[in-house]
């Protein structure tokens, strides 16, 4: 038999289980942005110390990291 837990109350405090999983998610700022003003979200790619917003780019790093090795 399988145990589905109960919803959670959102005026419960939270147990803390999970609180060294990597923190919270912020908040949306306050309120609605400016007119003019549009936020927009960026990947980035990591390989070794470098950063790169192309993934092309981090490819290419990748394979001259492992050619060299």
């Known amino acids: 038999m399988s145990f589905v ?3 959670a109350n959102p005026d419960q405090s939270g147990t803390g289980e999970w609180e060294s999983e990597g923190g919270s998610l912020k908040q ?3 309120g609605p942005l400016p007119e003019g003003i ?3 979200t960026s990947t980035h790619y ?3 110390p470098y950063s790169y917003s192309r993934l092309e780019d981090a ?3 990748h ?3 492992i050619s060299s090795a």
Do not use: H, K, Y
């Open 28 to 30: 949306d700022p306050a």
């Open 46 to 48: 990591r390989v070794g």
């Open 63 to 65: 394979r001259r990291a």
């Open 38 to 40: 549009i936020a927009v």
């Open 59 to 61: 490819l290419a790093e």
């Open 5 to 7: 837990p109960t919803a």
